[in-house]
């Protein structure tokens, strides 16, 4: 299901014009990676720019306003910490993703709850694969 259609092909149709920008360069010098620095040369013809050169980075390729953050399936990207994070979060509107430094237990807490409230979470499958140190430490006694 994908929400806010008509932002994220607006976002898409502006993306599509922008230029690669590219390192002034790159393309000469193996050693120069193609990522984006700003040309600061006093006579740098890509700083003047000078026709035949690549485009600098401005303010006027940017995407709408309004589909910035947005996440591919169209919901807006909220970084979740705890359980109670989930409860500011609109179920029609915004999709989850669980912190990085968030534990296993909290973790399995924050899917439970935000299954059972409706809320889309980006990256909530991860935690159920996982063996607590608990769950390690049983089998071991088991097994003597």
Sequence with gaps: MV???ELLEQRKKISDKRPKFK???????K???????KPDGIDNKMRKQFSGY???????????????GLH????????VYNVNDLSALDKNKDAARIA?????????????KAESIGIKLLNGKKAQSKKTS???????????
């Excluded at 390192?23 to 010098?29: D, V």
């Excluded at 050693?31 to 620095?37: G, K």
């Excluded at 591919?72 to 970084?79: E, K």
């Excluded at 296993?104 to 899917?111: H, M, P, S």
């Design 134 to 144: 608990s769950d390690i430490k049983t089998s071991d006694k088991k097994e003597q």
């Design 100 to 112: 990085h430094t968030v534990g296993n237990k909290k973790r399995l807490d924050i899917i439970a």
């Design 31 to 37: 050693r120069l990676a193609t990522n984006w620095r």
């Design 54 to 68: 690549p485009a600098l980075v401005k303010i006027g390729y940017g995407s709408p306003k309004l589909a910035r």
């Design 72 to 79: 591919p399936s169209g919901f807006v990207d909220n970084l």
């Design 3 to 5: 929400i806010n259609n």
């Design 23 to 29: 390192r002034q360069e790159s393309w000469r010098y």
